[in-house]
T-cell receptor, first 111, second 116 residues
Framework: DAKTTQPPSMDCAEGRAANLPCNHS???????VYWYRQIHSQGPQYIIH???NNETNEMASLIITEDRKSSTLILPHATLRDTAVYYC????????????FGEGTQLTVNP | NAGVTQTPKFRILKIGQSMTLQCTQD?????MYWYRQDPGMGLKLIYY???????DKGEVPNGYNVSRSTTEDFPLRLELAAPSQTSVYFC???????????????FGNGTRLTVT
């Protein structure tokens, strides 16, 4: 799996958009980008994933650069409950075997 | 449909004791994973399995053993507990989707283990 790099921490004001970056410069053509978040040491929760097109669901939007070497997770209207550690991982869909996480980004949403 | 179930939720072990952390999933997922998470840190892969009878080492396998005799169960064994194994342990699973690709990871709620 490709290595990912994320900032260790970010702050965001409640009601504003939170933009969380992820660098995956060694990503290969068939590797998907997945985002998870973890609240208070609970099991991580799936948010969204994509291959090369931008994706949107009820939780967030995922913007992947044209060269696929980086991506941004966007929480359009952050709430206090979005305070969590956010993990970006890349995984080859055809293998699905060894899956490793980085250290993630601690997002703190402030009132 | 319970998803991924881990037992016990909490456990305190003395140094040198042994125990098995249980993980079972009722989604017929073929891939299963064990992670550990130390306080304030990210998840580290211990072992994983791509199907019944097949297991492989992850990033931090030392001090642990696994088995996968059925699709549903993926127990993690600690033979000689050490304080360095104090951590939260998460089990997770994914499945192959019809038409190709895999589902996102489904995680259990974790087992909090303290070794003193």
């Amino acid at each position: 799996d490709a290595k990912t790099t994320q900032p260790p921490s970010m702050d965001c004001a409640e009601g504003r958009a939170a933009n969380l970056p992820c660098n995956h410069s060694t990503i290969s053509g068939n590797e998907y980008v997945y985002w998870y978040r973890q609240i208070h040491s609970q099991g991580p929760q799936y948010i969204i994933h994509g291959l090369k097109n931008n994706e949107t669901n009820e939780m967030a939007s995922l913007i992947i650069t044209e060269d696929r070497k980086s991506s941004t997770l966007i929480l359009p209207h952050a709430t206090l409950r979005d305070t969590a550690v956010y993990y970006c991982i890349v995984r080859e869909e055809t293998s699905g075997s060894r899956l490793t996480f980085g250290e993630g980004t601690q997002l703190t949403v402030n009132p | 449909n319970a998803g991924v179930t881990q037992t016990p939720k909490f456990r305190i072990l003395k140094i040198g004791q042994s125990m098995t952390l249980q993980c079972t999933q009722d989604m017929n997922h073929n891939y299963m994973y064990w992670y550990r998470q130390d306080p304030g840190m990210g998840l580290k892969l211990i072992y994983y399995s791509v199907g019944a009878g097949i297991t492989d080492k992850g990033e931090v396998p030392n001090g642990y053993n696994v088995s996968r005799s059925t699709t549903e169960d993926f127990p993690l064994r600690l033979e000689l507990a050490a304080p360095s194994q104090t951590s939260v342990y998460f089990c997770a699973s994914i499945t192959t989707l019809v038409g190709g690709g895999h589902s996102p990871l489904h995680f259990g709620n974790g087992t909090r283990l303290t070794v003193t």
